[in-house]
Nanobody
Framework: QVQLVESGGGLVQSGGSLRLSCAAS????????MGWFRQPAGKEREFVSV????????RYADSVKGRFTISRDNDKNTMYLQMNSLKPEDTAVYYCAVVAWESGRWVGNSWGQGTQVTVSA
């Protein structure tokens, strides 16, 4: 089973940028569809973005489309989330996960510990 470790979170002003990383080990990262989710305080975890194993296809939640970019480097077993034009409503704990399409939605099957992103107004 793959182990995932997120990094790159922090405090940033509205309009700023952050790049999150997700380092994978112990599994077949290069053949796994991977994704980012986030969980604002007091709310349910929500889908952010997904990328296919070779990076040929990506999907985004409408709330981040045009601002966030997902990518991966299979040689480094690492996935990234470049977040630009950040808004206070992007504040959340961000998780990376191995994902699958189940019952009409993306579902995480292996999770990292999360990294906090806080966007100040």
């Amino acid at each position: 089973q793959v182990q995932l470790v997120e990094s790159g979170g922090g405090l940033v002003q509205s309009g700023g940028s952050l790049r999150l990383s997700c380092a994978a080990s112990g599994g077949i990262f290069s053949t796994s569809t991977m994704g980012w989710f986030r969980q604002p305080a007091g709310k349910e975890r929500e889908f952010v973005s997904v990328i296919t194993p070779r990076g040929g296809s990506t999907r985004y939640a409408d709330s981040v489309k045009g601002r966030f970019t997902i990518s991966r480097d299979n040689d480094k077993n690492t996935m990234y989330l470049q977040m630009n034009s950040l808004k206070p409503e992007d504040t959340a704990v961000y998780y990376c996960a191995v994902v699958a399409w189940e019952s009409g939605r993306w579902v995480g099957n292996s999770w990292g510990q999360g990294t906090q992103v806080t966007v100040s107004a």
